[in-house]
């Protein structure tokens, strides 16, 4: 019975843990704007304009999202959808990779916070 009970608590703690740490997270445009940075801007560059190091090898290019006529083009569910699932996914580039599996929803919530931030607009 002891080693029931803590075999429990072990799977409890390794397993509910993570789930009511990433349930605390909230979204926010500066916690958006440090993925991007780290993540985004090889290829977007670091203000956004589509101009990463990585950009010029790239076919076709990064987007621009400081661009507020193309950005409002799209919802923010577009934008969730390609960080999400990547450019294939959405029937974009197949050189933009999927996030989904490293990033958390609140994480992804926050990179099209600072999307929206970057174009200075709002989605459809």
């Known amino acids: 019975m002891k080693n029931s009970v803590i075999f429990f608590v072990a799977l409890v703690f390794t397993v509910g843990w993570p789930l009511y740490a990433a349930a605390k997270e909230k979204p926010s445009p500066a916690g958006g704007e440090k993925l991007y940075r780290r993540y985004c801007s090889p290829c977007h560059g670091t203000r956004g304009d589509g101009r990463g190091f990585n950009a010029k090898n790239l076919d076709p290019r990064p987007a621009n999202?400081?661009?507020?006529?193309?950005?409002?083009?799209?919802?923010?569910?577009?934008?969730?959808?390609?960080?999400?699932?990547?450019?294939?996914?959405?029937?974009?580039?197949?050189?933009?990779?999927?996030?989904?599996?490293?990033?958390?929803?609140?994480?992804?919530?926050?990179?099209?916070?600072?999307?929206?931030?970057?174009?200075?607009?709002?989605?459809?």
């Open 65 to 124: 999202h400081t661009d507020a006529e193309m950005m409002s083009t799209r919802t923010d569910r577009d934008l969730y959808d390609v960080i999400y699932g990547g450019g294939r996914s959405v029937g974009k580039s197949t050189l933009m990779p999927p996030w989904g599996r490293n990033f958390s929803k609140a994480e992804i919530d926050s990179l099209v916070l600072y999307l929206r931030k970057l174009c200075g607009c709002r989605g459809l």
